[in-house]
């Protein structure tokens, strides 16, 4: 049995890797939008890039501010926090590797975190957003 004692890699298909760079590019793609649409460095994000053609501190360039909030999606933010969830799932129970059961984690952790965010996007962002809009409409 001593072939019992293979390396991850030697475990792995070619479908694995795949995945695997599926899961890498997928990864990079969701830290660039972050930082293109919701990093605002100098403010210079997308909600303030739409929101130029508006006087500075007016009423109608906070509207356009808050009219962007979540516009985008967050899914970037739930597959980062998934990815890290999984991550440290797997260190917490010390349970072997594979990317079969990393997917089932990965994908249960995805699910519940976007569910939840879209939840309080929903529930309170959206709400609070349009009632603060109609407030700015009576200035």
């Not at 303030?48 to 006087?55: K, Q, V």
Request: proline content about 4%.
């Amino acid at each position: 049995m001593s072939g019992q004692n293979n390396t991850i890699l030697e475990r792995l298909r070619w479908y694995d890797y795949i995945l695997i760079l599926i899961f890498v590019i997928i990864i990079i793609v969701a830290i660039y939008m972050i930082m293109t649409f919701y990093v605002c460095d100098a403010q210079n994000c997308k909600a303030f890039n739409i929101s130029n053609g508006y006087p500075p501190n007016s009423p109608a360039q906070a509207k356009s501010l808050l009219s962007e909030t979540a516009n985008d999606g967050v899914w970037p933010f739930a597959f980062i926090g998934a990815a890290i969830t999984t991550a440290f799932a797997f260190w917490l129970v010390m349970m072997p590797f594979t990317v079969r059961d990393f997917t089932i984690v990965f994908l249960a952790a995805f699910i519940t975190i976007y569910a939840l965010f879209k939840f309080y996007e929903h529930h309170y962002i959206k709400p609070i957003n349009k009632k603060v809009i109609e407030i700015l409409d009576t200035l």
